[in-house]
């Protein structure tokens, strides 16, 4: 990341230093108990945070949504559907109306891979001064995502560190397992990049493994993902030629690795699951399984980023 980029931005897990990964979930931890004991301390109480969600998002969305209300920031929701983009107007001149408007923070979702530090630049160099937030770009990144994965796992198992995460699924197409990657290493974990040759492959920052069983054998968790679909044919230099059938995939991955996961071991999902497809019901029922636990955690994570963004001096490392 260049350092010209003002560090309130949080653009990707790659560049952070496992400090920063530490203030956020120490400062995640501590909203989780004040949630639970209703004591949340509005901290953003009349700052202002916009949404801006270009691709659809059901769990990441709401999660932002109610951790700035949380906090007591004001939410301006954009609807990118019924707004001037569909006029032609560009990303930065939405941004910046929005910023005129009185948003102190951007929280982005972009189907390109990179728009989001683009935008990020863009408004740095015209002198805005407004955060921005990666709510997942294209097959980039998704830190708020990884934060509440590594969050959900420290839960879970105390540490991420010297835990083996076995991530199965459609790896090359997923912003979600390359900043889980990179969020699990930091935190002095190790990863396994799991699934067919036309999801995973080398170069992608950890082992890479075919065979379900070797790629999973000693895991403390599975993260499955969704096959992405939408992404098929775009980067990666794939198309049709590299993609598996879902019945095939469904039974030499699905089916072979939840029938292999460790005792001990929790099951995760970042949503949204294709029930019967990357998982089973059974494993969703399954008590290992934290899908949910996931999802809440999005909370306390969100509200520990947003105050990164918005508040000097807490957490700005
Ligand atoms: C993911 C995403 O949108 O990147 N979901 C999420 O944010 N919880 C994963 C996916 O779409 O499969």
Not at 19 to 32: E, K, M, V
Not at 55 to 72: H, P, Q, V, W
Not at 141 to 146: L, V
Not at 224 to 249: C, D, K, M, N, W
């Amino acid at each position: 990341m260049p350092t010209a980029l003002h560090h309130r931005h949080l653009l990707g897990i790659a560049g952070l230093t496992r400090a920063s990964l530490r203030d956020i979930l120490d400062r995640a931890h501590a909203h989780a108990d004040d949630i639970a004991s209703g004591s949340v301390e509005p901290t953003l109480t009349g700052r202002f945070i916009s949404t801006l969600f270009l691709e659809d998002s059901t769990r990441t969305r709401i999660s932002f949504e109610t951790a700035a209300t949380r906090l007591g920031a004001s939410l301006i929701r954009f609807d990118a559907r019924t707004s001037s983009l569909s006029k032609g107007e560009t990303l930065l001149d939405t941004a910046q109306t929005l910023i005129a408007g009185g948003a102190e923070c951007l929280i982005l979702r972009h189907a390109s891979s990179g728009a989001v530090a683009h935008l990020a630049h863009a408004l740095d160099a015209s002198g805005h001064r407004a955060a921005i937030v990666n709510a997942g770009d294209g097959m980039h990144e998704h830190p708020t995502q990884a934060l509440l994965d590594v969050y959900t796992l420290e839960r879970r198992l105390g540490s991420v560190e010297g835990r083996l995460v076995a991530i199965v699924g459609d790896v090359l197409r997923s912003r979600v397992a390359r900043s889980l990657t990179h969020a699990v290493q930091t935190l002095g974990g190790r990863v396994h990049h799991v699934g067919p040759r036309a999801f995973v492959r080398e170069g992608t920052g950890a082992p890479v493994f075919h065979d379900p069983l070797e790629g999973t054998r000693g895991a403390d968790a599975v993260c499955f993902l969704r096959i992405q679909h939408e992404r098929v044919g775009s980067g990666g230099g794939s198309g049709r030629s590299t993609y598996l059938p879902v019945s095939a995939y469904r039974r030499l991955y699905s089916d072979a690795v939840e029938g292999l996961i460790p005792e001990g071991a929790i099951v995760m999902h970042p949503g949204p699951v294709n029930r019967g497809v990357e998982l089973g019901i059974e494993t969703l029922n399954d008590p290992r399984c934290v899908v949910l636990d996931q999802v809440s955690a999005g909370v306390p994570i969100r509200m520990a980023v947003l105050e990164r963004a918005l508040l000097e001096g807490r957490g700005n490392a």
